[in-house]
């Protein structure tokens, strides 16, 4: 089954510098990856999410890009506000039925 | 709309004893699955459904049980608890094409004594 790496498991930066956050799949069949922002005791919600025939997307402060080639993607947020600290997930998706495999997360804080 | 619901929020169980999660989505979406999320390990997919009647195995399927006899509705069954099923339960929704993001409930919190 497909294998989600995800790198760095905890991140501080500075309010305004930028943070990158990434990850590594293994399924070369993965088409679909979305990236999820987890504040203390909520739901995960959607931020941004990337599909294999793109390889870099943006809004906003938030980009991801694509190397499928190399099987990674990253997740580039500039500008960083304290209120992007969070736990961030990343997730690599394929076939019809949606089987969504989680990397284990990154927690970033962002230091006023 | 409210968009996917689930019940209780927490929930203490002793070892043995059966439970069953409810979770509800008013959006209409075809493809439904449950998570179970541990400190350090992300989100684990226990079961999914494409739709009514359809079920299949996630990652960590093993004891828990899974029906789909409603677009709406799909309930995750604990059938004998143990304390290694503590964790945070979230259901996740979306549309059935492919590629789609997933709507997550507010999750339940459940522990095993």
């Known amino acids: 089954g497909e294998n989600v790496e995800q790198h760095p498991s905890t991140l501080s930066v500075q309010e305004g510098d930028s943070a990158v956050i990434k990850c590594t799949y293994s399924?070369?069949?993965?088409?679909?990856f979305p990236w999820y922002k987890q504040e203390l005791g909520k739901r995960p919600q959607l931020i941004i999410d990337i599909r294999s025939n793109v390889g870099e997307k943006k809004d906003q402060r938030i980009a991801v890009t694509l190397n499928k080639t190399a099987k990674h993607f990253s997740l580039h947020i500039t500008e960083t506000q304290p209120e992007d600290s969070a736990v961030y997930f990343c997730a690599a998706a394929s076939g019809g039925y949606q089987k969504v495999t989680f990397g284990t997360g990154t927690k970033l804080q962002v230091i006023p | 709309n409210a968009g996917v619901t689930q019940t209780p929020k927490f929930q203490v169980l002793k070892t043995g004893q059966s439970m069953t999660l409810q979770c509800a989505q008013d959006m209409n979406h075809e493809y439904m699955s449950w998570y179970r999320q541990d400190p350090g390990m992300g989100l684990r997919l226990i079961h999914y459904?494409?739709?009514?009647?359809?079920?299949d195995q996630g990652e960590v399927p093993n004891g828990y049980n899974v029906s789909r006899s409603t677009t709406e509705d799909f309930p995750l069954r604990l059938l004998s608890a143990a304390p290694s099923q503590t964790s945070v339960y979230f259901c996740?929704?979306?549309?059935?094409?492919?590629?789609?993001?997933?709507?997550f409930g507010d999750g339940t919190r459940l522990s095993i004594l």
């Open positions: 399924d070369s069949a993965s088409n679909y």
């Open positions: 996740a929704s979306s549309l059935s094409q492919t590629n789609q993001p997933q709507h």
């Open positions: 459904s494409v739709g009514a009647g359809i079920t």
